[in-house]
């Protein structure tokens, strides 16, 4: 019995192992990147996708996706500062230590 249970769980992990070999974009799917996306409607969105060294603005409905307009990535404004306690590229942990050292520090 253990060993038809070994095998049923080697044939899953198996599974999974193609499963995700399959699912890893190449070509052509590896050079398209979404950036963002907006809901504008219960089932449309305006979606936007680098493509080499252009940004595609896509509207996207049920059945239909239309190119609405380009833009080239060097016209492209920053993506906008983070706001809070883990900006200028801190992670977590160097956060929670300054926090708990500022609290051991006050009276």
């Given amino acids: 019995m253990l060993g038809g249970l070994a095998v049923v769980i080697a044939l899953l992990f198996g599974c999974l192992w193609v499963l995700k070999r399959l699912a890893t974009p190449r070509g052509a799917a590896a ?11 219960p089932r449309e969105r305006v979606v936007l996708v ?21 833009i080239p ?10 706001n809070g306690p883990l900006k200028g590229g801190a992670d977590f942990s160097s956060w929670l230590k300054q926090s708990l050292e500022r609290r051991k520090d006050a009276p």
């Fill in 73 to 82: 990535l060097a016209e492209l404004p920053p993506p906008p500062a983070q």
């Fill in 31 to 41: 050079a398209v990147k979404v950036l963002g996306a907006a809901a504008v409607g």
């Fill in 50 to 70: 680098e493509v080499g060294k252009d940004v595609l603005v896509l509207g996207v409905a049920p059945g239909n996706v239309r190119a609405l307009h380009v």
